[in-house]
């Protein structure tokens, strides 16, 4: 089975919902004519990433009858899809939130678990944090969603490979940082980073991250495939908005794990025996 | 270690991108750029030309009349090469009004009325040509504050403020700015004879290796002192960067109302675009 996969990196209006909504539909027409299955947008790629106190005002319902929600679940009739936004909850919480939309339906809602508040972050201030790592199930097998600072903690990829996640989709709205080697800093640390968890949980890792500025802060693109085998299967360019498209062969998880049963060997009751012994020292 | 050296393509091209889109989505398409001669402001206006399209970049020189004559020249090679348009007003009658109502008036005053003068052109000049100002001030001098205070400080956007002197060297030499601008010694030309280096008491080479391990790499004083810096010289440069904060920050409001714009009233200014 073959996964036609789209991972869009766009710049974004900030706070301009309607704009921003705008191209993620044509976005969405022009890779469902590409045969896309699935495409996938960065991190609040609804609302854009330095909202501060436009956090309310950007704020949406993953519900049927949601303005915003509404149009992007007919587009789901036609592809799945991953958008990025502004959760608000029942209690009036505000989430940076990812959805997996398909067949007209909201399959499943992550709330962002880490909110960096440290150097050019200052997430948690404005947003609640989400407390949950979950795995759900797609037309493809089993996935999972990552944003951003999520994925640079280990423990968030791991949860979800135990939890059955055989394709991670990481969205990311990542500031460049550094200027000494061949691409921006930051890009180098993502990309080894997502090569790792592909190639530790052989299972499929997909990135999209955001392009464009917001004032000084510059998004650097550069979407990312790999496969079970830590390979690079796709790679979009930097800096400018762009669809990569990477055909995943899902027959690759059952060829690569008959190779390295990583995961047949996993001890996680071992994990939860020395966690708890630690916890209880701490 | 100690490792200043930048990629200059990779640079260029996010500097490019970010003068683009920044005064794009303001609503202009053109910039103006005070040309004084010297290194900074030569790499920020082929940065700003390469971005909008020379045609579009209005250099404006400003001399006064203690101002070196080689500095006009420079500024001129620039605009020559670049082939963009170009204004030379002398601030000389703007400004001596004021300096000699105070015979006894300090460089330090005068430096800042010439600085404060050009400002006043420069933001004239944006307007007449419908450009936003493109700031020409480099992280060394922003840190240190050797800079006037709505003076020379003063820009819609900087694209250089990220960069060390010696790290704008660098950019320079990939840009092709003239190597006679890029190899004189570094002045504000506020008076004859005048150099940064002179004025500040150390080089641009040694503050810069110290401020990227004070600021970029966050050593405390006494690394930078057991990495073979001298602890007089740390603790100056520290104490130059802590009084100058006020240099580098909106004036503080008092806080009276509920919500109170810079505390809690938080937009970035792309708000919207």
């Not at chain 1, 191209?23 to 909202?51: C, I, M, R, W």
């Not at chain 1, 999520?150 to 394709?167: K, N, V």
């Not at chain 2, 601030?91 to 105070?102: A, G, K, N, Q, S």
């Not at chain 2, 960067?241 to 505390?263: F, G, H």
Request: charged share 25%.
């Amino acid at each position: 089975m073959r996964l036609n996969l789209a991972l869009a990196q766009i710049n974004t209006k900030l706070g301009n919902v309607e704009a921003n909504l705008e191209k993620h539909l044509a976005l969405a027409k022009e890779a469902h004519a590409q045969n896309a299955d699935l495409l996938v947008f960065p991190e609040l790629s609804l609302t854009g990433y330095v909202l501060q106190d436009l956090v309310p005002t950007v704020a949406c319902r993953p519900l049927e009858d949601d303005p915003v929600f509404k149009p992007l679940l007919k587009a789901s009739r036609d592809l799945d899809l991953v958008v990025g936004f502004v959760d608000e909850d029942a209690r009036h919480r505000f989430y940076i939130a990812a959805a997996y939309l398909a067949r007209g339906e909201v399959v499943h809602v992550h709330h962002k678990v880490h909110l960096p508040t440290y150097t050019i972050f200052d997430e948690r201030r404005f947003l609640a944090a989400g407390n949950s790592f979950r795995a759900f199930d797609t037309r493809f097998g089993r996935a999972g969603i990552l944003i951003c600072e999520d994925f640079w903690h280990a423990s968030s990829p791991y949860l979800l490979w135990l939890d059955g996640a055989d394709i991670l989709l990481m969205t990311s709205a990542s500031p460049g940082r550094g200027v000494t080697d061949e691409h921006i800093g930051s890009s180098e640390w993502v990309e080894t980073v997502h090569k790792a968890y592909a190639g530790l949980f052989t299972i499929f890792v997909a990135h999209a991250n955001r392009v464009g500025f917001e004032d000084g802060l510059n998004f650097w693109g550069g979407a990312t495939a790999y496969d079970p085998d830590g390979r690079l299967i796709a790679k979009g360019p930097y800096d400018e908005e762009a669809i990569t498209y990477a055909e995943l062969d899902l027959g690759q998880l059952r060829r690569t794990r008959a190779r390295l049963p990583l995961l047949r060997d996993e001890q996680a009751g071992l994990v939860q025996r020395e966690l708890k012994r630690i916890l209880r020292n701490d | 270690m100690i490792d200043l050296s930048i990629n200059t393509s990779l640079v260029r091209n996010l500097l490019v991108r970010f003068v683009k889109t920044e005064i794009t989505r303001a609503g202009y398409s053109r910039a103006v750029v005070n040309l004084s001669g010297g290194l900074d402001s030569a790499v920020s206006i082929v940065l700003a030309a390469e971005a909008l399209g020379a045609q579009n970049v209005l250099a404006v020189r400003l001399p006064y009349k203690t101002s070196a004559p080689d500095s006009l020249e420079h500024a001129q090679m620039l605009i020559e090469q670049l082939d963009c348009p170009s204004v030379t007003i002398p601030i000389t009658e703007m400004v001596d009004p004021l300096i000699d109502r105070e015979p006894e008036m300090s460089q330090i005053r005068k430096g800042n009325i010439m600085a404060r003068a050009r400002m006043i052109v420069a933001y004239d000049q944006s307007e007449a040509f419908k450009g936003l100002v493109v700031g020409t001030g480099n992280k060394t001098e922003i840190l240190l504050g050797y800079t006037t205070l709505f003076g020379d400080s003063a820009c819609a956007i900087n694209p250089i403020g990220d960069l060390y002197k010696t790290q704008l060297r660098q950019l320079a030499r990939a840009l092709d700015v003239p190597a006679v601008i890029i190899e004189k010694a570094p002045t504000a030309d506020l008076w004859q004879g005048q150099t940064d280096e002179g004025e500040l008491g150390f080089t641009y080479e040694e503050v810069d290796k110290l401020l990227y391990l004070l600021v970029d790499q966050r050593y405390s004083p006494q690394e930078c002192v057991e990495a073979g810096f001298d602890e007089k010289f740390v603790r100056s440069v520290i104490e130059r960067v802590r009084c100058n904060q006020y240099k580098r920050v909106m004036p503080p409001v008092a806080k009276i109302s509920s919500r109170t714009v810079s505390y809690d009233f938080l937009y970035l200014r792309d708000w919207g675009t």
